[in-house]
């Protein structure tokens, strides 16, 4: 696998790859990205991964400096998954200035997450638009997990012209149903052993609307009940149409089931598509 930290070399060594399939990261990997890389292959006839942490995704009181930065063992699990070329820019070389050009998403930023991290969405729309320019790919690759981010990159590459199909894979669990994600790292034994407690409620209130339940808030409110009774702190939990996250308005059917809670110092998200 080749490491490119230089925008320059990395273009050049893209020059005559064919197609190419796109996971952009921001690295201390976990099954669940790998996966993502396998899946790639069947895309692109190159596949490129970025580790890149963010700063302007991030708010002023997250976790920015604290985020975990694994990159030996992330490079050493990319050239197992088959990734032909990684981009690992430093932050001077992917913003040499201060990105005063930013990607504006619609209101859909401002919904969920976006309520409890401002800013969070235009940060990752101009990082991921800043990425693809610099790759160039056919094809990008990201997780369902973070859903509402998801959308808000499908719109920005639709409403752009990005001549680039988006691709979601689906979320990869441990055998008790908790997502995979880089931050469960931060949870205690007794959070780790807590933490399942989120996906069982989103797998309650999809059995219930399964079996023809239409009292969302109803449902929402025993599951954040149920997660605040437990010692959690939960920002949301809430029922949406998957096409726009907007409140289901009649007998629509393609839904999702999304929260964010925090457990101890920990916030963690999921979701599950009805």
């Known amino acids: 696998m080749q490491i490119h930290p230089r925008i320059a070399d990395l273009r050049a060594a893209l020059k005559g790859r064919g197609r190419i399939a796109f996971v952009p990261t921001m690295?201390?990997?976990?099954?669940?990205?790998?996966?993502?890389?396998?899946?790639?292959?069947?895309?692109?006839?190159?596949?490129?991964?970025?580790?890149?942490?963010?700063?302007?995704?991030?708010?002023?009181?997250?976790?920015?400096?604290?985020?975990?930065?694994?990159?030996?063992?992330?490079?050493?699990?990319?050239?197992?998954a088959g990734v032909d070329l990684l981009f690992a820019p430093t932050e001077a070389e992917l913003y040499p200035e201060p990105q005063e050009y930013v990607v504006e998403p619609p209101a859909i930023q401002h919904l969920l997450d976006g309520e409890f991290r401002p800013g969070h969405f235009r940060g990752v729309a101009t990082v991921v638009l800043k990425l693809f320019n610099v790759v160039?790919?056919?094809?990008?690759?990201?997780?369902?997990?973070?859903?509402?981010?998801?959308?808000?990159?499908?719109?920005?590459?639709?409403?752009?012209?990005?001549?680039?199909?988006?691709v979601g894979g689906e979320t990869v669990r441990a055998d008790d149903?908790?997502?995979?994600s880089s931050r469960n790292g931060y949870l205690s034994p007794a959070e780790r052993q807590e933490?399942?407690?989120l996906y069982r409620e989103l797998?309650?209130?999809?059995?219930?609307?399964?079996?023809?339940?239409?009292?969302?808030a109803g449902l929402e409110r025993a599951a954040v009940a149920a997660?605040?009774?437990?010692?959690?702190?939960?920002?949301?939990?809430a029922v949406r149409q998957q096409s726009d996250l907007r409140p289901p308005t009649g007998p629509e059917r393609a839904l999702v089931v999304l929260a964010a809670s925090r457990l101890g110092a920990t916030r963690l998200i999921d979701n599950i598509e009805i």
């Open 195 to 197: 933490a399942t407690r």
């Open 177 to 180: 149903g908790l997502a995979l």
């Open 136 to 166: 160039q790919p056919q094809v990008a690759l990201f997780g369902k997990k973070d859903y509402q981010q998801l959308l808000v990159i499908r719109g920005m590459t639709r409403q752009l012209a990005l001549p680039i199909d988006i």
């Open 27 to 80: 690295g201390n990997l976990h099954a669940g990205h790998l996966s993502l890389m396998r899946e790639a292959r069947a895309h692109g006839d190159t596949v490129v991964a970025s580790i890149f942490v963010n700063r302007l995704q991030f708010g002023p009181n997250e976790d920015f400096d604290q985020y975990p930065r694994t990159f030996e063992a992330d490079c050493e699990k990319l050239a197992a």
């Open 203 to 216: 797998s309650r209130i999809r059995d219930a609307i399964r079996a023809g339940e239409t009292d969302y």
């Open 227 to 237: 997660l605040d009774g437990a010692g959690w702190k939960t920002d949301y939990v």
